[in-house]
C-alpha cells in the first residue's frame, strides 16, 4: 500500500544544532509539504514543492529550508535550531488538482 | 494568506446529542476541505465540497459549502465517542491549504 512516512517520531536537539526531518512518500504525488503544529496557531505552512526541483516558502520559512531531488522525497533542515522551533511538524502530500492531502504521523521537535 | 476562523474552538458534548460547527472566511474559495485529527496523528481528510451550496453527507456527517464559497458547516448527527477529535476546515490557494485553528470535540459516553 503506499504511504507517507515522517522519521524520527520524536527527536531532541540542542540550540545551534542543523537537524533534518525527513518525509517519504511512496503516492507518486507531485506536490509535497511541511507544517508544523502549534498550540493557538493550528497548522502554519513552513514550504512546499510542486515538483522535483521546485520548492517555495510558506508562512513561515525562516530558518528552515527543504530541496526536492526526486519525486518521494522532500528532507526539512533547520538551519541552526531554535527554542521558537520546537513543534510538532507534519508532512503532506497531494496529486495535482482539488484533492485532499495524505499527512504523515508527524514528528515531535524539541529544541533545548 | 486567506484566513479562516472555526467555531466553536472547544466543544464538549454528550454522547447522543447533535452539533454543528462552522468555518468561516472573508474569501472565496475554489473548495474547501474538512479534516479530523486524533492525538498523535496527522490529519486525516473527511471530505472536499468544491460547489458552492453542495451539501455532502458522510454516515452521521453532513457537510454544507455556503452558497458564496466563503463558508462551510460540519453537522453530526447523534454524536458518538469515536466522534472525538479535532476538526480542521482548510481552503486552497494554488495547492498548498490554508487551515483554520480546528474545532477540538470530545464526546463522553
Known amino acids: 500500500d503506499a504511504e507517507i512516512t515522517q522519521s524520527p517520531r520524536h527527536k531532541i536537539t540542542e540550540t545551534g544544532r542543523q537537524v533534518t526531518l525527513a518525509c517519504h512518500q511512496t503516492w507518486n504525488h507531485n506536490n509535497m509539504f511541511w507544517y508544523r503544529q502549534d498550540l493557538g496557531h493550528g497548522l502554519r505552512l513552513i514550504h512546499y514543492?510542486?515538483?522535483?526541483?521546485?520548492?517555495n516558502k510558506g508562512e513561515v520559512s525562516d530558518g528552515y529550508s527543504v530541496s526536492r531531488s526526486n519525486t518521494e522525497d522532500l528532507p526539512l533542515t533547520l538551519e541552526s535550531a531554535a527554542s521558537s522551533q520546537t513543534s510538532v511538524y507534519f508532512c503532506?502530500?497531494?496529486?495535482?488538482?482539488?484533492?485532499?492531502?495524505?499527512f504523515g504521523s508527524g514528528t515531535r521537535l524539541t529544541v533545548v | 494568506t486567506q484566513l479562516l476562523e472555526q467555531s466553536p474552538q472547544f466543544l464538549s458534548i454528550q454522547e447522543g446529542e447533535n452539533l454543528t460547527v462552522y468555518c468561516n472566511s472573508s474569501?472565496?474559495?475554489?473548495?474547501l476541505q474538512w479534516y479530523r485529527q486524533e492525538p498523535g496523528e496527522g490529519p486525516v481528510l473527511l471530505v472536499t465540497?468544491?460547489?458552492?451550496?453542495e451539501v455532502k453527507k458522510l454516515k452521521r456527517l453532513t457537510f454544507q459549502f455556503g452558497d458564496a464559497r466563503k463558508d462551510s458547516s460540519l453537522h453530526i448527527t447523534a454524536a458518538q465517542p469515536g466522534d472525538t477529535g479535532l476538526y480542521l476546515c482548510?481552503?486552497?490557494?494554488?495547492?498548498?491549504?490554508?487551515f483554520g485553528k480546528g474545532t477540538s470535540l470530545l464526546v463522553t459516553p
Open positions: 482548510a481552503g486552497p490557494t494554488g495547492y498548498a491549504l490554508n
Open positions: 503532506a502530500s497531494s496529486r495535482d488538482g482539488p484533492y485532499g492531502y495524505t
Open positions: 474569501s472565496v474559495f475554489s473548495s
Open positions: 465540497v468544491v460547489t458552492g451550496g
Open positions: 514543492s510542486y515538483g522535483v526541483q521546485d520548492t
